[in-house]
């Protein structure tokens, strides 16, 4: 975990009566909308759904409209997931309607980064492998879209890590 990251985002969102997310990633068929599908389960397990909303989308235009990638869904099926997101791109007003924009790996950070306003719009700006807490050599969400298997599960396997780390971030609903 990136301890500055993690601490300053513990701040942006501890206490906080609603929790705006948005995950980001290159197409918006693989990464992001699984990282959609693993917070929500996440936060819903634990009885906190109504305090987060959780979006995502990607940089690129090529998929808008359509569901994540089958190969997406069959993986996170297996792990009780339903992915059913339609694909869009991240506009400017996003910035507006999320507290964090969270990007998968450097290259989506970096359009992101281009898109920003302000220094306000910047600092919503997050790398997903920074609230990785698990043994790995990434330090960003590989992208899956010419893998096999392995890399859906790799993926499904980081997003989980980090996701439960976001979440714990936020502070239990007893907590407030
Ligand atoms: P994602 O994966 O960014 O995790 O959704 C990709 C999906 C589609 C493409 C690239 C990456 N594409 O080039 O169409």
């Given at each position: 975990m990136n301890q500055n990251t993690v601490d300053r985002v513990g701040r942006m969102i501890a206490g906080k009566?609603?929790?705006?997310?948005?995950?980001?990633?290159?197409?918006?068929?693989?990464?992001?909308?699984?990282?959609?599908?693993v917070l929500r389960s996440i936060v819903e397990s634990r009885g906190d759904g109504d305090r987060w909303v959780i979006d995502s989308a990607g940089t690129g235009r090529?998929?808008?409209?359509?569901?994540?990638d089958?190969?997406?869904r069959v993986h996170a099926l297996r792990r009780g997931l339903v992915l059913d997101h339609h694909c869009?791109?991240?506009?400017?007003?996003?910035?507006?309607?999320?507290?964090?924009?969270?990007?998968?790996?450097?290259?989506?950070?970096y359009n992101l980064r281009q898109m920003a306003r302000t220094i306000a719009d910047d600092e919503k700006i997050v790398a997903m492998a920074d609230f990785i807490s698990?043994?790995?050599?990434?330090?960003?969400?590989?992208?899956?879209?010419?893998?096999?298997?392995?890399?859906?599960?790799l993926v499904l396997d980081l997003l989980e890590n980090a996701c439960a780390n976001?979440?714990?971030l936020a502070g239990s609903q007893s907590s407030r």
């Open positions: 009566d609603k929790i705006r997310v948005l995950f980001v990633c290159l197409g918006n068929i693989c990464r992001s909308p699984a990282a959609e599908g090529w998929h808008i409209g359509q569901l994540p089958k190969r997406m869009r791109q991240v506009c400017m007003s996003d910035f507006d309607d999320f507290d964090l924009v969270v990007a998968m790996d450097g290259e989506n950070e698990m043994a790995t050599r990434y330090d960003y969400i590989p992208d899956p879209y010419y893998e096999g298997a392995e890399g859906f599960e976001l979440a714990s």
